[in-house]
């Protein structure tokens, strides 16, 4: 664990980068880290990805590709494009969630 | 994201089996590596032409005779339906898990840029053709095409 300052706040993120506290998240966080992690600018569809797995989270529904697939806001294939190479992963680092544990 | 001291980029896996287990330990391990960003090549051959033959694809099923982790005596796997219905209850739990059936996982692995290829040798014993493979299959390759394709990588055969 460590403390990261970004986007003007102080806050708690583990050796990988992801926010200990979802709380701490902010779209300005969110912006930081996206542009940290080389992320396209983040677009609408990166913006409802990230409510849908915020309130995932905070309804503590696991994460999975297959479930973002189906959520009806983006397929597979769109995810991917939105979180190049890390369509979970990057996508939950920057949403300011845990990082997924689901091996799908 | 992680300290990269020598991270995987690239990765062919080998699926020469229709038993379940290996084809999802293909599937899990191929979908995984595309969802971390490494390069992937999934190589189906002999039996594992199942998993990606249009008409078998979604009837791939757990075995359980020489099953020795089944705790019933071999002999009881000649009662008909009893590998279906092994099967049906792996899959309705895998679902539950988000495990997909073996064609909307390789839609997953093919949506993320993993690469299907089917093995020339294989599907000409089996007498098979592109048309009876499913679409996402890329092509159908030689072994020496495999082993291209697989330059700088690392090669598992599940």
């Known amino acids: ?104 | 994201m992680v300290e990269n001291k020598e991270k995987i980029k690239k990765i062919s896996i080998i699926c020469a089996s229709a038993d379940l287990e290996t084809v999802y330990a293909t599937l899990i391990m191929g979908n995984g590596a595309v969802m971390d960003g490494i390069e992937t090549n999934l190589f189906f051959t002999f039996w594992g032409l199942n998993a990606i033959t249009k008409s078998k694809m979604n009837k791939i099923k757990a075995p359980v005779i020489g099953n020795t982790a089944i705790p019933l005596p071999s002999i009881l796997g000649l009662i008909p339906g009893l590998s279906w219905l092994l099967s049906k209850a792996m899959y309705w739990r895998m679902n539950q898990l988000d495990i997909p059936p073996v064609k909307e996982f390789l839609e997953m692995v093919e949506a993320g840029g993993g690469k299907i290829y089917a093995c020339k040798a294989a599907v000409e014993m089996f007498m098979l053709s592109k048309e009876k493979l499913w679409e996402g299959v890329d092509s159908i390759i030689t072994v020496g095409d495999f082993y291209d394709k697989s330059a700088g990588g690392q090669i598992i055969f599940t």
Request: proline fraction near 6%; include cysteine.
């Open chain 1, 1 to 104: 664990m460590s403390t990261k300052n970004i986007a003007g706040k102080t806050i708690e993120v583990n050796e990988e980068g992801y926010l200990l506290n979802m709380a701490d998240w902010t779209k300005e966080i969110a912006l930081e880290l996206a542009k940290e992690i080389n992320l396209p600018p983040l677009t609408d569809k990166h913006w409802q990805v990230i409510d849908y797995l915020r309130k995932n989270q905070a309804e503590g529904v696991a994460l999975s590709l297959r479930k973002v697939g189906n959520s009806g806001i983006v397929d597979v294939k769109e995810l991917y494009a939105l979180f190049p190479g890390g369509p979970l992963k990057k996508s939950a680092l920057v949403a300011g969630i845990p990082k997924p544990a689901s091996c799908v």
